[in-house]
């Protein structure tokens, strides 16, 4: 038995769908990774570092470069940083925690 061609429209939803999946699959991950919520902030030692920290790291969509947009103290030593990036203009919250980071 041979299977019925496939149009070209079906193809191009599926592909979509797919692609909507790694979306959602890359920023539910993008949560779970250290800064991705308040509970699981990035700790440093200062504020200053903050937007060093932010350029040298990748988008998750993208692995562009995340540019600050803002950021604000959250209460606790938490600052909540919003940041973009500069490839696919993908907007992210990023949380860090003033402190002594933790040796392992």
Known sequence: MSKKPT?????RRVREREARGLVR???RLAA?????SAERPIVVETVSVIEPRIRSLPC???D???EL????????GLR???????RCHA???LWFRLGTPALN
Do not use: F, I, K, W
């Open 32 to 36: 779970l990774s250290t800064g991705g």
């Open 7 to 11: 149009r070209a429209r079906t193809e």
């Open 60 to 62: 998750p969509q993208c």
């Open 91 to 93: 907007p992210r919250t």
């Open 25 to 27: 699959d890359r920023e």
């Open 80 to 86: 909540e940083v919003d940041v973009r990036c500069r």
């Open 69 to 76: 947009r803002d950021h604000r103290a959250a209460g606790a």
């Open 64 to 66: 562009g470069e995340l």
